[in-house]
Nanobody
């Protein structure tokens, strides 16, 4: 199973920005589709953004299009979520995982492994 470590969450004001990082316990991390997902208490995890293997195509939830950017860093060892113009509704714990990515799909892969601890993003209102 893959193990994921998320970092970069913080408390910010509306309109602020954060850079989240996802690292995984595999040397061939770049060979997997990876997604960012978020969850608030009482709700199911929501797909935020996915990126295909080998720094391929990306997909974004409508709620974050134009504000968030997913990418792989220069070392190909991390997947980054650059979050700008943050809104109170972005408040959640953010997780990364292996993903299923298509024109219409951005969801966790059935064999993604286990969820990490996530990283908390809080946008004040």
């Amino acid at each position: 199973q893959l193990r994921f470590v998320e970092s970069g969450g913080d408390s910010v004001q509306p309109g602020g920005w954060l850079r989240l990082s996802c690292e995984a316990s595999t040397w061939n991390f770049e060979m997997f589709n990876i997604g960012w997902f978020r969850q608030v208490p009482g709700k199911e995890r929501e797909g935020v953004s996915c990126i295909a293997a080998i720094d391929g195509p990306t997909k974004y939830a409508d709620s974050v299009k134009g504000r968030f950017t997913i990418s792989r860093d220069k070392t190909k060892k991390s997947v980054i979520l650059q979050m700008t113009n943050l809104k109170p509704e972005d408040t959640a714990v953010y997780y990364c995982a292996r993903a299923v990515l298509s024109d219409t799909t951005c969801r966790p892969h059935p064999d993604f492994g286990t969820w990490g601890q996530g990283t908390q993003v809080f946008v004040s209102s």
